[in-house]
Structure formats: structure tokens, C-alpha cells
């Protein structure tokens, strides 16, 4: 294994949510999650939509205060006084590019904003030299600078995101859900970049997507939320094989593969019923209601994460 | 062989837009039989979802078909006028869309909005389409229909809603129901709940069924025959097996290899080059050419005609041509 880089300790992240007059309640969006990425490796973070993993993903680079827990990078506690020293080695690409990118700005100023903040230039021709590399590196016409975002097709203006995040020259990036906006022909494009520059610059990723098949494709490993909780965390390809957690295996059986006769032959296994919602959460493990094996235990109390052999870590009283 | 229910024949649909004239559809013909599901692919701006809107009559107010014949049981759609194309959809023809909260009106209750379906296109009234309503209900797996049908749309979730506009869109039992991406909304799990009830419906109900997506993979699990579309114009067309393993049009192929699956998690992916079409400035021969490895002279001037591989497979490819021609040459 390598070197930790990022060492997540029991994240919290609760946000009131008013009921009524003048009560608030806490909605655990994030509940005691826990885990490491190691120097340029990439974590997949999978889970359907309001399991909490994008706000997992701001929590890291303190975009929201975490309501408890440690986010330590390269062995250092994230505070809210270091984090804009922090976040010259931590950085994100958002989801959707076309609101992500300031429309008033020009690409040069998009991708150079960062380099401003963190006084990383000493002077303007450095500055326009270090945007044009970065616009080169991300597969940008370097020509195409003093256009504005608009101007760009959603593939294109991912890029700019992407040369913005590499700007301050990261060790870690958040991708929160980078392809799921863009055409299937250009999300490889995009998947292929992130794979490239991680071999060239060593950065680290957390990949943050709901797609399970382009998240085994980018990652090492691969951690699964459900609920704010996470439930399984394993080698990509071992999880992939033999998922042990009752979520991760309906969530795999229920993803198509484009492959007719592999998928045709696959035993779908069909969750009943909606996640609950975050604020009525079921007690213990919160999957119980859906889960086909859940026991009275599961009702009484949480599992926590145990090594199941070979850094194989699954949250579950049945399995 | 079946009678054909739906045919479509040479469509060309166009936008007329400030920009000036978008042909989004150019020239798609494709048959439907009774009992098919037919998947049609294709990245945005492909004109797949106009295909399926033009089918139904319901493009926006500067769309228009220029050209070509819808063919239902032997009689032309683009010649019928407002009233027949009413009575048309919802009875022979029904849609569901991709977002399911922007297609039920948020100020009317589920029971309200699925009644206006039922009375519209059947004569059941009163308590005669209350029964329908809930018995539409039952058939979608929506467990208390009664109190349900009470409800209003923001108080069920993304799955819920495309079960409710399932129910309705099966209210007249049509022979054919489009689903424009059905599911690209939903997640993992309720996408399974959604395609399994629609495969077991279309069992039980025999219906024809037009899938509409951009998912390879939900193409793959669901669908008998398959369309390729790009740039308004069908690439390639043919059984699911076909399609997936013996892929004839240079598009196809790239898409195939351009995507994460079983097969390739240990490779690079390997990416099509370019951006997608631009519909406003159409490429003089091949749409695909400005994209394509293996362009050739005649790609850039000329649109390839479509040609038959085998009896379930055909292919719009200018490469085709060239190996069938030197198959011939060889063979002399």
C-alpha cells in the first residue's frame, strides 16, 4: 500500500432541517464515514443519488464545516484556518460545466483565478505561459483563451474545470460526477485524461459516481455509500466479483452491461421500494427495509466496517 | 412474419429556428412489428427523440416533417388532421418521457391527472374510471392505490412518478408505447424496478415498444432489434447480437469501444475523436465522417447508402461498399 495522502477519520455532516416553527432536526447526510487514499491513487465513490457522496466530497475540502470528524492530508489536520493553504493541494471538478464556469469570465481568467489567489505568479507573462501549458495539458486550443465558456461544448468546458483544479498543481482532486453531463462518445475522452494525467503527475482522485462501470474502470478502490453510511469498501475488481454487502450486490446486478448475452444471462436482483428518505432514517443498519436478509439485530444496531480479509471492509450483520 | 404495425418511411423532420433550418431527422425508415421492442441509440442531437416525437405528432411549434410517410396499420399519420392524431395517441400510441416530475402537473392530484387520460380516450365515467384508474395502479406496483391516487405528484419519488406515467399511458391499452429515456433519471436500483416492469408489461400486454435512449447498456438488456442513430440519420440497424457483436458502421464500433464494460476494465478506453455534430452545419456526405478513423475520399462528398450485411443486419457505411467491392474483385 502506499502512502496515505488523505486519511478521512468519522465524518459527520448534519444539516438542520426546520420543522415546524422552531425546531430544527439534524439530517445526516453524512454519518461517520472513514477512509484513506493513498499518494495518486484513485477511490471510487459510488451510491445513488442522496447517499451523501458528493457532500462527502465537499465535506473533504471544507466547501460545508463538517458537523464532526478529521479530514488529516499528508499526515496534517484540515482546519478551517489552514484550508486555504490546504486547498493549493486539494482541489475539485464539479458535475456540471456549465454552471461550474463563472460565464462572464474568459478561459484564461477561469484557469488563472486560482493561480491569483494562491500568488503563485510573479508576473503576467508567467501567468499567461502557465495558463497556456495547463490549456495544453487538458487538450485545449491555446488560441481558444480569451473565449468565454459559453462558447464551449459541455466535453470542452469539462476541460477548463479540469485545468483550473491542476492549476495550483494538486495532490488530490475531488471529481464529483465529472462525466455523468457529457455524451457517451466524449465521456471516454474525459475518463482517459483523468487516467493520463494521474500517470504523469501522480495526483490523487476521490471519483465521485453513480455509474458503476466507468467507476471500476478509473478506480483502485472502491468505497459504497447508502444512506450517508458506508457499506463496503474493497479493490475495484474484488468488489466486483464477489460483493459481499446485500446493497453492492443488487447495485451490481442492477447495472446493464452493454454486452447482450452477459447481461441477458445475469440474475437481476430487484430492490423493493425507494431509499428512505435521510430524515427517517431506519434505526440500525439503515438498508434493513430493503434488504432481503435483514435480521432483528440489523433493527437494534448499526454494523460497523470489518476487514473480511484482504483490506476487504463490509458494514453488515448477515454477510 | 407479423403484419407490421408502425412504418416509417424516408422521414425528414426539420426545425425552422432563427439560425435557420435544423434538419434534425434525415430520411429514417424502420419498421415495427406487433410485440417488438425496438431500441433506438444515439447521442443527443442525434434525432432519435425526434424520430419518436415525430411519430406522435407532438414536435414543438417550429418543428415540422417535411418529408416521408408514418405508415400505422397501412394508413399515413402525416396526413391525418389535429382531431384523428388525438384519437390516435394514447389509444394506439403512447409516450412516456425522460423526467418524470416535469410531465405531471404538480397542481393536480395522481388520481385526477390519470382519470383526465382514462376519460378522454375510453367511455368509462365516474366511478367506472375510478376503478380503471386504480386498477392502472395495481398493474404498475403501486402498493395503495386508493391513497395514492389522493396524492399529489411531489409526494411520491423519481420511480414512483414514471410508474404513475406508465399507468397512464397504458390507460387505452395502445399497441405501441415510446419510451423516451425512461429511466436516465432514475438511479441504479429504481432503473431496474422501472425496465423490469416494462419488459413484463410488454409480455403481458403484447404491446410494441420504441426505447429511446443513449444507455448502451440498457439497449443491450432490453431490446429484440436495435437502430443507430447519428446525426438524423440511421447509421445502422439490426438484432441486438448483431449490433453488439459484429458492429458494421464505424460509429458503432467507437461507441463500443468508447465505453467502460466487462470486457475492457483493464484497458484504456479508446475515445472518438472530435465533438459531436453540430445539426445547424451538416457535413455534405457522411455525418460522421469529420469524427471518423477511417474516413475515406467518397465519405466526405457523399452519403452512404444503406447495405444489407445479412438478414438481420444492415449498415449505412462507405467501408462496407469498399470490402464488399473488393470481396468481389478478389473472387474474379
Request: charged share 25%; glycine share 8%; net charge negative.
Amino acid at each position: 500500500m502506499s502512502e496515505t495522502l488523505v486519511d478521512v477519520r468519522n465524518l459527520k455532516q448534519y444539516f438542520p432541517v426546520k420543522v415546524g416553527i422552531a425546531r430544527t432536526i439534524p439530517l445526516k447526510a453524512v454519518d461517520d464515514i472513514s477512509f484513506t487514499i493513498g499518494r495518486g491513487e484513485t477511490l471510487g465513490l459510488v451510491g445513488e443519488s442522496g447517499c451523501g457522496k458528493t457532500t462527502a466530497g465537499r465535506s473533504i475540502l471544507r466547501l460545508y464545516k463538517p458537523t464532526g470528524g478529521e479530514v488529516y492530508f499528508n499526515g496534517e489536520l484540515v482546519t478551517d484556518k489552514n484550508i486555504t493553504h490546504m486547498r493549493k493541494k486539494m482541489q475539485m471538478v464539479f458535475q456540471d460545466p456549465y454552471s461550474s464556469l463563472d460565464p462572464r469570465m474568459t478561459v484564461e481568467d477561469i484557469i488563472g483565478e486560482p493561480l491569483d489567489v494562491h500568488k503563485l505568479c510573479s508576473n503576467r507573462k508567467e501567468r499567461h505561459e502557465r495558463i497556456l501549458e495547463l490549456m495544453e495539458t487538458v487538450g485545449l486550443n491555446a488560441e481558444h483563451a480569451t473565449r468565454y465558456a459559453h462558447e464551449f461544448s459541455g466535453g470542452q468546458r469539462q476541460r477548463i474545470g479540469i485545468a483550473r483544479a491542476l492549476a495550483v498543481k494538486p495532490d488530490f482532486i475531488v471529481c464529483d460526477e465529472p462525466v455523468s453531463a457529457l455524451d457517451v462518445s466524449i465521456q471516454a475522452q474525459i475518463i482517459n485524461m483523468f487516467e493520463e494525467l494521474q500517470d504523469k503527475l501522480g495526483v490523487a482522485y476521490l471519483f465521485i459516481a453513480h455509474d458503476l462501470l466507468v467507476v471500476h474502470h478509473i478506480s483502485k478502490r472502491i468505497a459504497v455509500m447508502y444512506l450517508g453510511k458506508i457499506v463496503e469498501i474493497a479493490d475495484a475488481d474484488e468488489l466486483n466479483e464477489h460483493p459481499i454487502h446485500p446493497y453492492t450486490e443488487s447495485l451490481l446486478s442492477a447495472v446493464p452491461i452493454p454486452d447482450p448475452d452477459i447481461t441477458r444471462a445475469r440474475q437481476r436482483i430487484i430492490l423493493e421500494g425507494d431509499v428512505p428518505s435521510p430524515l427517517k432514517r431506519p434505526s440500525g443498519c439503515p438498508f434493513r427495509t430493503r434488504c432481503r436478509y435483514a435480521t432483528p439485530q440489523c433493527a437494534e444496531e448499526c454494523p460497523d466496517l470489518s476487514d473480511r480479509g484482504g483490506n476487504h471492509l463490509v458494514a453488515c450483520w448477515v454477510k | 412474419m407479423s403484419e407490421t404495425l408502425l412504418s416509417v418511411q424516408d422521414l425528414h423532420t426539420s426545425f425552422f429556428t432563427d439560425n435557420g433550418e435544423v434538419q434534425a431527422v434525415n430520411g429514417v425508415s424502420f419498421d415495427l412489428n406487433p410485440g417488438e421492442i425496438l431500441g433506438i441509440v444515439g447521442e443527443s442531437g442525434s434525432g432519435k427523440s425526434v424520430t419518436a416525437y415525430s411519430i406522435m405528432q407532438i414536435l414543438a411549434d417550429t418543428g415540422k416533417i417535411t418529408q416521408g410517410k408514418v405508415l400505422f396499420k397501412g394508413e399515413d399519420l402525416t396526413k391525418w388532421n389535429d382531431k384523428q392524431m388525438q384519437g390516435f395517441r394514447g389509444k394506439n400510441c403512447s409516450i412516456i418521457f425522460q423526467d418524470p416530475m416535469t410531465s405531471l402537473n404538480p397542481v393536480f392530484t395522481i388520481g385526477n391527472q390519470m382519470r383526465e387520460a382514462v376519460v378522454l380516450h375510453t367511455d368509462r365515467r365516474g366511478a367506472a374510471a375510478d376503478a380503471r384508474v386504480k386498477e392502472l395502479l395495481e398493474l404498475v406496483g403501486i402498493n395503495e392505490p386508493e391513497k395514492r391516487m389522493k396524492q399529489y405528484p411531489f409526494e411520491h419519488s423519481g420511480g414512483m412518478r414514471q410508474r404513475v406515467m406508465i399507468a397512464m399511458a397504458l390507460a387505452c391499452e395502445p399497441d405501441i408505447l415510446i419510451a423516451d429515456e425512461p429511466t436516465t433519471a432514475l438511479d441504479v436500483t429504481i432503473q431496474a424496478q422501472i425496465l423490469e416492469l416494462i419488459q413484463s408489461l410488454q409480455k403481458k400486454l403484447g404491446m410494441a415498444v420504441i426505447l429511446v435512449t443513449h444507455d448502451l447498456g440498457v439497449i443491450a438488456d432490453m431490446c429484440d432489434n436495435i437502430i443507430v442513430m447519428y446525426g438524423g440519420r440511421i447509421c445502422e440497424r439490426g438484432t441486438a447480437r448483431e449490433i453488439f457483436y459484429n458492429p458494421k458502421h464505424e460509429y458503432t464500433k467507437g461507441l463500443l469501444r468508447s465505453i467502460p464494460n466487462v470486457s475492457n476494465m483493464k484497458q484504456k478506453l479508446v475515445p472518438i475523436a472530435g465533438t459531436p455534430i453540430n445539426m445547424l452545419n451538416l457535413p455534405k456526405g457522411c455525418a460522421f465522417c469529420p469524427r471518423c478513423d477511417a474516413a475515406m475520399k467518397i465519405c466526405l462528398s457523399e452519403v452512404p447508402q444503406e447495405l444489407t450485411i445479412n438478414e438481420d443486419h444492415k449498415a449505412a457505411c462507405w467501408m462496407n461498399v469498399k470490402a464488399a467491392y473488393e470481396e468481389a474483385s478478389r473472387n474474379e
